[in-house]
Protein backbone atom coordinates (compact mmCIF):
# COMPACT_ATOMS: atom_id res chain seq x y z
CA UNK A 1 0.00 0.00 0.00
CA UNK A 2 1.40 3.65 -0.56
CA UNK A 3 0.41 6.29 1.70
CA UNK A 4 1.15 9.89 1.26
CA UNK A 5 0.92 12.39 4.09
CA UNK A 6 0.77 15.50 3.02
CA UNK A 7 -0.28 19.22 4.51
CA UNK A 8 2.28 18.25 7.75
CA UNK A 9 4.73 19.28 10.19
CA UNK A 10 7.31 16.75 9.96
CA UNK A 11 9.47 15.88 13.06
CA UNK A 12 12.34 14.12 11.70
CA UNK A 13 13.95 13.56 15.26
CA UNK A 14 17.52 12.82 13.52
CA UNK A 15 18.99 14.42 16.86
CA UNK A 16 20.12 17.94 14.92
CA UNK A 17 16.14 19.76 15.31
CA UNK A 18 14.98 18.68 11.84
CA UNK A 19 11.58 20.17 11.05
CA UNK A 20 10.06 20.09 7.28
CA UNK A 21 7.20 22.69 7.71
CA UNK A 22 5.13 21.93 5.11
CA UNK A 23 6.80 18.68 4.20
CA UNK A 24 5.04 14.75 3.59
CA UNK A 25 5.89 11.60 4.30
CA UNK A 26 5.51 8.99 1.56
CA UNK A 27 5.60 5.44 2.79
CA UNK A 28 5.44 1.86 0.49
CA UNK A 29 4.94 -1.59 1.40
CA UNK A 30 5.68 -1.10 5.03
CA UNK A 31 8.81 1.21 4.47
CA UNK A 32 8.84 5.39 4.71
CA UNK A 33 10.61 6.34 0.94
CA UNK A 34 10.82 9.66 1.21
CA UNK A 35 10.16 12.28 3.29
CA UNK A 36 10.62 16.30 2.08
CA UNK A 37 9.35 19.57 1.62
CA UNK A 38 5.79 20.21 0.11
CA UNK A 39 5.75 20.44 -3.51
CA UNK A 40 8.76 18.10 -4.18
CA UNK A 41 9.08 16.26 -7.00
CA UNK A 42 9.23 12.75 -5.12
CA UNK A 43 5.73 13.98 -3.80
CA UNK A 44 3.76 14.52 -7.01
CA UNK A 45 5.38 11.57 -8.76
CA UNK A 46 3.63 9.68 -5.16
CA UNK A 47 0.95 7.92 -7.23
CA UNK A 48 -0.53 6.54 -3.60
CA UNK A 49 -3.43 4.47 -2.76
CA UNK A 50 -4.24 6.72 0.05
CA UNK A 51 -3.49 10.25 0.68
CA UNK A 52 -3.96 11.85 4.02
CA UNK A 53 -4.00 15.52 4.48
CA UNK A 54 -2.66 16.40 8.53
CA UNK A 55 -4.16 19.74 8.09
CA UNK A 56 -1.27 20.96 10.10
CA UNK A 57 -0.80 18.44 12.63
CA UNK A 58 2.79 17.41 13.10
CA UNK A 59 3.81 13.93 12.20
CA UNK A 60 6.28 11.85 14.28
CA UNK A 61 8.00 8.85 14.86
CA UNK A 62 5.80 6.17 16.67
CA UNK A 63 6.66 5.84 20.67
CA UNK A 64 8.22 3.17 22.04
CA UNK A 65 7.05 1.49 25.38
CA UNK A 66 9.60 -0.73 26.32
CA UNK A 67 8.04 -2.32 29.44
CA UNK A 68 4.19 -3.14 30.41
CA UNK A 69 2.03 -6.01 31.55
CA UNK A 70 -1.07 -5.84 29.39
CA UNK A 71 -3.24 -7.96 31.88
CA UNK A 72 -2.83 -5.39 34.43
CA UNK A 73 -5.37 -3.25 32.02
CA UNK A 74 -7.91 -5.62 34.11
CA UNK A 75 -6.51 -3.80 37.59
CA UNK A 76 -6.82 0.10 36.95
CA UNK A 77 -7.03 1.74 39.89
CA UNK A 78 -6.47 -1.61 42.52
CA UNK A 79 -3.98 -1.62 45.24
CA UNK A 80 -4.17 1.77 45.78
CA UNK A 81 -2.06 2.91 48.00
CA UNK A 82 0.08 0.36 48.49
CA UNK A 83 3.68 -0.28 47.99
CA UNK A 84 4.94 -2.98 45.24
CA UNK A 85 5.29 -6.15 47.56
CA UNK A 86 1.70 -5.55 49.49
CA UNK A 87 0.29 -4.48 45.90
CA UNK A 88 1.66 -7.54 43.73
CA UNK A 89 0.41 -10.23 46.41
CA UNK A 90 -3.03 -8.49 47.33
CA UNK A 91 -4.24 -7.37 44.33
CA UNK A 92 -2.35 -8.45 41.38
CA UNK A 93 -1.58 -12.04 42.23
CA UNK A 94 -5.14 -13.14 43.49
CA UNK A 95 -6.51 -11.36 40.33
CA UNK A 96 -4.30 -13.00 37.69
CA UNK A 97 -4.89 -16.28 39.47
CA UNK A 98 -8.57 -16.01 38.40
CA UNK A 99 -7.88 -14.78 34.59
CA UNK A 100 -8.66 -17.39 32.16
CA UNK A 101 -6.65 -17.57 28.73
CA UNK A 102 -9.83 -15.80 27.11
CA UNK A 103 -9.53 -12.99 29.71
CA UNK A 104 -5.67 -12.92 28.70
CA UNK A 105 -7.00 -11.68 25.03
CA UNK A 106 -8.67 -9.62 25.79
CA UNK A 107 -6.89 -7.38 28.44
CA UNK A 108 -3.84 -7.45 25.79
CA UNK A 109 -6.31 -6.04 23.09
CA UNK A 110 -7.07 -3.41 25.25
CA UNK A 111 -3.68 -2.66 26.30
CA UNK A 112 -3.12 -2.43 22.31
CA UNK A 113 -6.22 -0.02 21.76
CA UNK A 114 -4.73 2.12 24.09
CA UNK A 115 -1.39 2.47 23.19
CA UNK A 116 -1.88 2.81 19.27
CA UNK A 117 -4.31 5.53 20.53
CA UNK A 118 -2.08 7.08 22.32
CA UNK A 119 0.73 7.01 19.79
CA UNK A 120 2.73 3.98 20.98
CA UNK A 121 3.42 1.62 17.50
CA UNK A 122 6.30 -0.54 19.78
CA UNK A 123 5.91 -2.37 22.90
CA UNK A 124 7.48 -4.67 25.01
CA UNK A 125 5.38 -6.99 26.90
CA UNK A 126 6.50 -8.44 29.95
CA UNK A 127 4.01 -11.41 30.29
CA UNK A 128 4.28 -13.68 33.02
CA UNK A 129 1.17 -14.98 33.88
CA UNK A 130 1.66 -18.38 33.27
CA UNK A 131 -0.94 -20.42 35.14
CA UNK A 132 -1.79 -22.03 31.47
CA UNK A 133 0.84 -21.86 28.38
CA UNK A 134 -1.97 -20.31 26.46
CA UNK A 135 -1.85 -17.49 28.54
CA UNK A 136 1.03 -16.05 26.51
CA UNK A 137 -0.07 -17.37 23.42
CA UNK A 138 -3.50 -15.56 23.66
CA UNK A 139 -1.00 -12.39 24.13
CA UNK A 140 0.64 -13.01 21.69
CA UNK A 141 -2.10 -13.17 19.15
CA UNK A 142 -4.26 -9.73 20.23
CA UNK A 143 -0.86 -8.33 20.03
CA UNK A 144 -0.30 -9.69 16.14
CA UNK A 145 -3.87 -9.15 15.13
CA UNK A 146 -3.89 -5.13 16.61
CA UNK A 147 -0.85 -4.48 14.12
CA UNK A 148 1.30 -2.94 17.09
CA UNK A 149 4.97 -4.04 16.81
CA UNK A 150 6.58 -5.69 19.28
CA UNK A 151 8.16 -8.10 21.69
CA UNK A 152 6.70 -10.25 24.36
CA UNK A 153 9.38 -11.04 26.99
CA UNK A 154 7.92 -14.39 28.38
CA UNK A 155 8.53 -13.74 32.51
CA UNK A 156 9.42 -16.59 35.00
CA UNK A 157 10.31 -17.57 38.42
CA UNK A 158 11.58 -20.54 39.69
CA UNK A 159 12.08 -19.48 43.55
CA UNK A 160 10.45 -17.15 46.30
CA UNK A 161 7.27 -16.43 44.52
CA UNK A 162 3.73 -17.30 44.91
CA UNK A 163 3.25 -21.07 44.28
CA UNK A 164 0.87 -20.81 41.78
CA UNK A 165 3.31 -19.30 39.15
CA UNK A 166 6.48 -21.00 39.98
CA UNK A 167 7.41 -23.70 36.80
CA UNK A 168 10.66 -25.67 37.41
CA UNK A 169 13.78 -25.01 35.34
CA UNK A 170 13.10 -27.40 32.49
CA UNK A 171 9.21 -26.24 32.12
CA UNK A 172 10.51 -23.08 31.92
CA UNK A 173 12.96 -23.80 28.86
CA UNK A 174 10.64 -25.92 26.98
CA UNK A 175 7.90 -23.45 27.15
CA UNK A 176 10.56 -20.73 25.76
CA UNK A 177 11.34 -23.22 23.33
CA UNK A 178 7.98 -23.86 22.34
CA UNK A 179 7.29 -19.89 22.28
CA UNK A 180 10.10 -18.98 20.20
CA UNK A 181 9.43 -21.80 17.53
CA UNK A 182 6.01 -20.98 17.49
CA UNK A 183 5.81 -17.08 17.61
CA UNK A 184 9.01 -15.35 17.50
CA UNK A 185 9.45 -13.17 13.85
CA UNK A 186 5.99 -13.68 13.48
CA UNK A 187 2.94 -11.59 12.29
CA UNK A 188 5.84 -10.03 8.78
CA UNK A 189 8.51 -10.16 11.70
CA UNK A 190 6.59 -7.80 13.76
CA UNK A 191 6.71 -9.70 16.86
CA UNK A 192 9.53 -11.34 18.61
CA UNK A 193 9.89 -13.11 21.81
CA UNK A 194 12.39 -13.01 24.51
CA UNK A 195 13.51 -14.87 28.15
CA UNK A 196 12.12 -12.53 31.08
CA UNK A 197 13.25 -14.37 34.25
CA UNK A 198 11.28 -12.21 36.91
CA UNK A 199 13.85 -10.85 39.13
CA UNK A 200 17.02 -11.92 40.32
CA UNK A 201 15.64 -13.27 43.92
CA UNK A 202 13.10 -15.13 42.03
CA UNK A 203 14.89 -17.69 39.58
CA UNK A 204 17.92 -19.46 41.29
CA UNK A 205 21.50 -18.46 39.45
CA UNK A 206 21.28 -22.20 37.54
CA UNK A 207 18.08 -20.84 35.96
CA UNK A 208 19.70 -17.72 34.85
CA UNK A 209 22.90 -19.24 33.25
CA UNK A 210 20.42 -21.06 30.94
CA UNK A 211 18.77 -18.61 30.16
CA UNK A 212 22.04 -16.09 29.20
CA UNK A 213 22.66 -19.59 27.34
CA UNK A 214 19.34 -19.97 25.31
CA UNK A 215 19.62 -16.21 24.58
CA UNK A 216 22.76 -15.78 23.26
CA UNK A 217 22.39 -19.09 21.52
CA UNK A 218 19.13 -18.01 19.48
CA UNK A 219 20.20 -13.95 19.09
CA UNK A 220 17.18 -13.03 21.67
CA UNK A 221 17.10 -10.20 24.16
CA UNK A 222 16.77 -10.48 27.59
CA UNK A 223 13.86 -8.67 30.03
CA UNK A 224 14.47 -8.52 33.73
CA UNK A 225 12.61 -6.11 36.40
CA UNK A 226 15.96 -5.33 38.38
CA UNK A 227 16.23 -3.03 41.50
CA UNK A 228 12.71 -1.69 41.61
CA UNK A 229 12.59 -0.74 45.39
CA UNK A 230 15.17 -0.42 48.46
CA UNK A 231 13.66 -4.01 49.38
CA UNK A 232 14.16 -5.61 46.39
CA UNK A 233 17.82 -4.49 46.67
CA UNK A 234 18.35 -5.59 50.34
CA UNK A 235 16.90 -9.07 49.77
CA UNK A 236 18.98 -9.64 46.80
CA UNK A 237 21.98 -8.73 48.81
CA UNK A 238 20.11 -11.24 51.39
CA UNK A 239 20.11 -14.06 49.14
CA UNK A 240 23.53 -13.83 47.19
CA UNK A 241 25.41 -11.41 49.27
CA UNK A 242 25.39 -9.41 45.76
CA UNK A 243 23.49 -6.26 44.57
CA UNK A 244 21.48 -6.72 41.65
CA UNK A 245 23.44 -5.47 38.66
CA UNK A 246 26.42 -7.66 40.19
CA UNK A 247 24.38 -10.70 40.37
CA UNK A 248 23.36 -10.50 37.04
CA UNK A 249 27.24 -9.48 36.01
CA UNK A 250 27.92 -12.66 37.96
CA UNK A 251 25.57 -15.05 35.97
CA UNK A 252 25.91 -13.82 32.44
CA UNK A 253 23.25 -11.97 32.03
CA UNK A 254 24.19 -8.49 31.44
CA UNK A 255 25.37 -7.11 27.49
CA UNK A 256 23.66 -5.74 24.58
CA UNK A 257 20.57 -7.45 24.37
CA UNK A 258 20.01 -6.84 27.98
CA UNK A 259 16.70 -4.55 28.94
CA UNK A 260 16.97 -3.76 32.66
CA UNK A 261 14.06 -2.99 34.12
CA UNK A 262 13.65 0.24 36.62
CA UNK A 263 17.11 0.22 38.05
CA UNK A 264 16.47 2.31 40.47
CA UNK A 265 18.36 1.17 43.51
CA UNK A 266 21.67 0.96 41.96
CA UNK A 267 25.24 2.44 42.97
CA UNK A 268 27.99 4.29 41.03
CA UNK A 269 30.23 1.01 40.68
CA UNK A 270 26.90 -0.49 39.06
CA UNK A 271 27.36 2.31 36.11
CA UNK A 272 29.96 1.84 34.98
CA UNK A 273 29.17 -2.39 35.28
CA UNK A 274 26.22 -1.68 33.19
CA UNK A 275 27.63 0.69 30.81
CA UNK A 276 30.79 -1.80 30.23
CA UNK A 277 27.83 -4.75 29.72
CA UNK A 278 26.18 -2.41 26.43
CA UNK A 279 22.72 -3.23 28.80
CA UNK A 280 19.74 -0.91 28.51
CA UNK A 281 18.23 1.16 31.62
CA UNK A 282 14.00 0.61 30.67
CA UNK A 283 13.06 4.04 32.84
CA UNK A 284 9.14 3.88 34.42
CA UNK A 285 9.20 7.30 36.04
CA UNK A 286 5.17 7.01 36.66
CA UNK A 287 5.48 3.86 38.00
CA UNK A 288 8.28 4.24 40.36
CA UNK A 289 6.27 7.47 41.97
CA UNK A 290 2.80 5.68 42.16
CA UNK A 291 4.73 2.87 43.97
CA UNK A 292 6.43 5.29 45.94
CA UNK A 293 9.51 2.71 44.77
CA UNK A 294 12.44 5.85 44.36
CA UNK A 295 13.69 7.77 41.70
CA UNK A 296 16.13 6.09 39.22
CA UNK A 297 19.20 8.00 38.32
CA UNK A 298 18.52 8.57 35.14
CA UNK A 299 20.53 11.36 34.55
CA UNK A 300 23.84 9.86 35.89
CA UNK A 301 22.92 7.03 33.32
CA UNK A 302 22.69 9.48 30.57
CA UNK A 303 25.84 11.21 31.93
CA UNK A 304 27.62 7.79 31.35
CA UNK A 305 26.26 7.02 28.30
CA UNK A 306 24.07 4.42 29.30
CA UNK A 307 21.03 3.59 26.73
CA UNK A 308 17.47 4.48 28.57
CA UNK A 309 14.27 3.21 27.25
CA UNK A 310 11.27 4.49 28.37
CA UNK A 311 7.96 2.92 29.74
CA UNK A 312 4.68 2.92 31.22
CA UNK A 313 5.11 -0.53 33.20
CA UNK A 314 1.78 -2.08 33.57
CA UNK A 315 -1.59 -0.29 33.94
CA UNK A 316 -2.26 -1.23 37.03
CA UNK A 317 1.16 1.23 38.58
CA UNK A 318 0.27 3.56 36.41
CA UNK A 319 -2.75 3.39 35.28
CA UNK A 320 -1.99 4.18 31.91
CA UNK A 321 -0.29 3.26 28.57
CA UNK A 322 0.39 7.17 27.80
CA UNK A 323 3.84 7.67 26.55
CA UNK A 324 3.29 11.30 26.37
CA UNK A 325 2.39 11.62 30.44
CA UNK A 326 5.35 9.46 31.03
CA UNK A 327 7.72 11.55 29.02
CA UNK A 328 6.35 14.68 31.28
CA UNK A 329 6.96 12.40 34.55
CA UNK A 330 10.36 11.47 33.75
CA UNK A 331 11.94 15.18 33.22
CA UNK A 332 9.79 16.25 36.20
CA UNK A 333 10.99 13.81 38.34
CA UNK A 334 14.62 14.16 37.52
CA UNK A 335 14.33 18.17 37.69
CA UNK A 336 12.68 17.59 41.20
CA UNK A 337 14.98 14.90 42.89
CA UNK A 338 17.96 16.69 42.04
CA UNK A 339 16.93 20.33 42.39
CA UNK A 340 17.96 21.18 38.83
CA UNK A 341 15.94 22.33 36.21
CA UNK A 342 18.75 22.49 33.94
CA UNK A 343 19.52 18.97 34.75
CA UNK A 344 17.74 16.86 31.91
CA UNK A 345 15.43 18.44 28.85
CA UNK A 346 12.29 17.55 26.74
CA UNK A 347 14.39 16.56 23.40
CA UNK A 348 16.40 14.00 26.26
CA UNK A 349 13.33 11.99 27.10
CA UNK A 350 11.93 12.23 23.39
CA UNK A 351 14.73 10.50 22.67
CA UNK A 352 14.34 7.75 25.02
CA UNK A 353 10.79 7.42 24.20
CA UNK A 354 12.04 6.62 20.19
CA UNK A 355 15.28 6.08 19.87
CA UNK A 356 16.16 4.70 23.00
CA UNK A 357 13.54 1.78 22.77
CA UNK A 358 14.73 1.05 19.59
CA UNK A 359 18.52 0.63 20.31
CA UNK A 360 17.00 -1.66 23.53
CA UNK A 361 14.96 -3.63 20.78
CA UNK A 362 17.99 -3.73 18.31
CA UNK A 363 15.60 -2.08 15.78
CA UNK A 364 17.63 0.11 13.75
CA UNK A 365 14.49 1.02 11.40
CA UNK A 366 12.10 3.11 14.00
CA UNK A 367 12.61 5.87 15.62
CA UNK A 368 13.53 8.45 12.61
CA UNK A 369 11.22 9.64 9.79
CA UNK A 370 13.56 9.19 7.04
CA UNK A 371 13.82 7.15 4.01
CA UNK A 372 14.19 3.67 4.65
CA UNK A 373 12.91 3.40 7.65
CA UNK A 374 10.06 1.50 8.33
CA UNK A 375 6.62 3.46 8.40
CA UNK A 376 5.69 3.53 11.97
CA UNK A 377 3.96 6.95 12.11
CA UNK A 378 1.93 9.31 13.86
CA UNK A 379 -0.04 11.99 13.21
CA UNK A 380 -0.80 14.71 15.97
CA UNK A 381 -3.23 17.43 16.18
CA UNK A 382 -1.97 20.11 17.83
CA UNK A 383 -4.28 22.72 16.73
CA UNK A 384 -5.25 22.60 20.91
CA UNK A 385 -5.90 25.50 23.39
CA UNK A 386 -3.82 23.28 25.79
CA UNK A 387 -0.63 23.62 23.26
CA UNK A 388 -1.03 26.70 21.03
CA UNK A 389 0.96 28.79 20.56
CA UNK A 390 4.18 26.33 20.08
CA UNK A 391 7.39 27.84 20.48
CA UNK A 392 9.20 24.61 20.86
CA UNK A 393 8.03 22.18 18.82
CA UNK A 394 9.72 19.51 21.22
CA UNK A 395 9.36 21.01 24.34
CA UNK A 396 5.43 20.78 23.30
CA UNK A 397 5.50 17.36 22.32
CA UNK A 398 6.64 16.50 25.98
CA UNK A 399 5.16 18.80 28.64
CA UNK A 400 1.64 19.88 25.94
CA UNK A 401 0.53 17.27 24.04
CA UNK A 402 -1.57 14.27 25.58
CA UNK A 403 -2.51 10.74 23.94
CA UNK A 404 -5.64 12.26 23.18
CA UNK A 405 -4.10 14.46 20.26
CA UNK A 406 -2.92 11.39 18.28
CA UNK A 407 -5.26 11.32 15.34
CA UNK A 408 -4.07 8.84 12.59
CA UNK A 409 -1.41 5.89 13.86
CA UNK A 410 0.49 3.74 11.10
CA UNK A 411 2.64 0.74 11.95
CA UNK A 412 4.48 -1.07 9.25
CA UNK A 413 2.76 1.05 6.36
CA UNK A 414 -0.48 -0.04 7.91
CA UNK A 415 -2.84 2.64 9.34
CA UNK A 416 -4.49 1.42 12.52
CA UNK A 417 -5.65 4.41 13.80
CA UNK A 418 -6.94 6.59 11.26
CA UNK A 419 -9.15 9.90 12.68
CA UNK A 420 -8.81 8.48 16.42
CA UNK A 421 -10.52 5.28 15.56
CA UNK A 422 -9.31 2.05 15.58
CA UNK A 423 -9.43 0.36 12.32
CA UNK A 424 -8.91 -3.30 13.46
CA UNK A 425 -11.89 -3.92 15.87
CA UNK A 426 -15.41 -1.94 17.24
CA UNK A 427 -13.52 -0.15 20.09
CA UNK A 428 -16.97 0.17 22.19
CA UNK A 429 -18.14 -3.75 21.88
CA UNK A 430 -14.36 -4.22 23.27
CA UNK A 431 -14.63 -1.96 26.04
CA UNK A 432 -17.49 -3.73 27.37
CA UNK A 433 -16.86 -7.01 27.14
CA UNK A 434 -13.16 -6.35 28.93
CA UNK A 435 -15.69 -4.61 31.80
CA UNK A 436 -18.01 -7.44 31.82
CA UNK A 437 -15.06 -9.60 31.73
CA UNK A 438 -12.87 -7.91 34.60
CA UNK A 439 -16.02 -7.92 36.81
CA UNK A 440 -16.52 -11.63 36.65
CA UNK A 441 -12.69 -12.14 37.38
CA UNK A 442 -13.13 -9.85 40.29
CA UNK A 443 -15.50 -11.84 41.51
CA UNK A 444 -14.21 -15.34 41.08
CA UNK A 445 -10.76 -13.54 42.57
CA UNK A 446 -12.15 -12.30 45.82
CA UNK A 447 -10.08 -9.24 45.45
CA UNK A 448 -11.56 -5.65 46.68
CA UNK A 449 -10.67 -3.63 44.44
CA UNK A 450 -10.22 -0.83 46.95
ZN1 LIG B 1 7.05 -4.64 35.50
Known sequence: MKILI???VVYVNDGRGTIIDPGYVAIEGGYVVSVDPEGSLASERAEPDLVIDACGGVVIPGLVNAHTHFFQTFLRGTGEGKELYDWLSGAVWPFAK?????????AAMLGCVEALKGGTTCIFENHYINTSPGNADRVIEAMGESGIRGILARGYADRNYDPAFIETEDEVMAELERLLE???????????????PLSPVRCTPRLFKRTAEFAR?????IHIHVAETKRVREGTVETYGMTNVRFLDNVGLLGPKAHLVHSVWVDRDEY??????????????????YLGSGVAPVVDYLTNDINVALASDGPASNDTHDMFEVMKAA???QRVARLDAGCIRAED?????TLGGAHALGDHQIGILSPGMKADVVILDIDKAHIQPCHNLTASLVYNVRSTDVRTVIVDGRPVVMDGR??????QDLIGECRRRAKEVMRRAGVNPR
Open 98 to 106: AMTEEDFYY
Open 422 to 427: VTFIDE
Open 217 to 221: SNDLH
Open 331 to 333: VCL
Open 182 to 196: KWHESFGGRIRVAPG
Open 272 to 289: RIVKESGSSVVHCPVSNM
Open 6 to 8: KNA
Open 349 to 353: VFHMA
